[in-house]
């Protein structure tokens, strides 16, 4: 079991930005002492009437993850903020979690860092609901209709106890849809609730639902 002190030395952060910037996030935050991290494709579900009116409300995003020390973690994100305008309007969203343990990440080491981590009153939750591809929507849907302003939904493959079928006598593995939800603290449980009850999370095999404590963030608007 780790220790409080090294449970809080590294930060995963989160980059939410239109289709072909995933790369130009992932150069600056080199630059800043972050060693690489993963870009991923996804979507963005942010209602819009006028955007739903010309059918493209939908708009590709991609999602780039990255792990680094909590100052690294801390300057990237001051510096990707001033380059990209998080704060503006439509230019992305950026935040950060703590991360437990790394494993596999050689620039990583548990033991580079052994400083007590200031005390931050978060405002933010970062929900993730993971459930079977074509039900991202009803996600949406629900958490829109308990207070969110929308989310994102990224595809993946699960390969759960009871999310395997067959065809053929052959087992497949379905495809899973990811969403990404941000919410305000105070709407987390009214937004996780309605997830939960429309999408019947609590039966087996039907989808999984963690919320995290954010950090910092930029570009979220009330």
């Given at each position: 079991?780790?220790?409080?002190?090294?449970?809080?030395?590294?930060?995963?952060?989160?980059?939410?930005?239109?289709?072909?910037?995933?790369?130009?996030?992932?150069?600056?935050?080199?630059?800043?002492?972050?060693?690489?991290?993963?870009?991923?494709?996804?979507?963005?579900?942010?209602?819009?009437?006028?955007?739903?009116?010309l059918?493209?409300?939908d708009?590709?995003?991609?999602?780039?993850?990255?792990?680094?020390?909590?100052?690294?973690?801390?300057?990237?994100?001051?510096?990707?903020?001033?380059?990209?305008?998080?704060?503006?309007?439509?230019?992305?969203?950026?935040?950060?979690?703590?991360?437990?343990?790394?494993?596999?990440?050689?620039?990583?080491?548990n033991?580079?860092?052994?400083?007590?981590?200031?005390?931050?009153?978060?405002?933010?939750?970062?929900?993730?609901?993971?459930?079977?591809?074509?039900?991202?929507?009803?996600?949406?849907?629900?958490?829109?209709?308990?207070?969110?302003?929308g989310?994102?939904?990224?595809?993946g493959?699960?390969?759960?106890?009871?999310?395997?079928?067959?065809?053929?006598?052959?087992?497949?593995?379905?495809?899973?849809?990811?969403?990404?939800?941000?919410?305000?603290?105070?709407?987390?449980?009214?937004?996780?609730?309605?997830?939960?009850?429309?999408?019947?999370?609590?039966?087996?095999?039907?989808?999984?639902?963690?919320?995290?404590?954010?950090?910092?963030?930029?570009?979220?608007?009330?």
């Amino acid at each position: 079991m780790l220790s409080n002190s090294e449970t809080s030395d590294f930060e995963l952060i989160c980059v939410i930005v239109n289709n072909g910037l995933g790369s130009k996030i992932l150069q600056t935050a080199k630059k800043c002492g972050v060693s690489g991290g993963t870009v991923l494709l996804g979507k963005g579900t942010i209602k819009n009437r006028l955007l739903e009116l010309l059918a493209i409300n939908d708009v590709r995003k991609e999602i780039v993850l990255m792990v680094t020390n909590k100052k690294t973690a801390e300057y990237a994100l001051e510096h990707l903020e001033k380059k990209f305008k998080f704060s503006k309007p439509n230019h992305g969203i950026a935040f950060t979690t703590s991360v437990l343990q790394i494993i596999g990440a050689r620039s990583c080491n548990n033991e580079q860092i052994q400083e007590e981590r200031e005390v931050q009153n978060s405002m933010y939750h970062a929900i993730t609901v993971i459930v079977d591809k074509g039900k991202a929507e009803k996600v949406i849907d629900a958490a829109v209709e308990a207070g969110s302003k929308g989310g994102t939904v990224i595809n993946g493959r699960g390969s759960g106890i009871h999310e395997t079928s067959k065809l053929f006598s052959m087992a497949i593995e379905p495809e899973k849809e990811i969403v990404l939800i941000l919410s305000e603290k105070e709407s987390t449980e009214a937004i996780v609730s309605a997830i939960r009850k429309k999408l019947k999370i609590d039966e087996p095999g039907m989808g999984i639902i963690f919320i995290q404590d954010v950090n910092k963030t930029y570009g979220i608007y009330k």
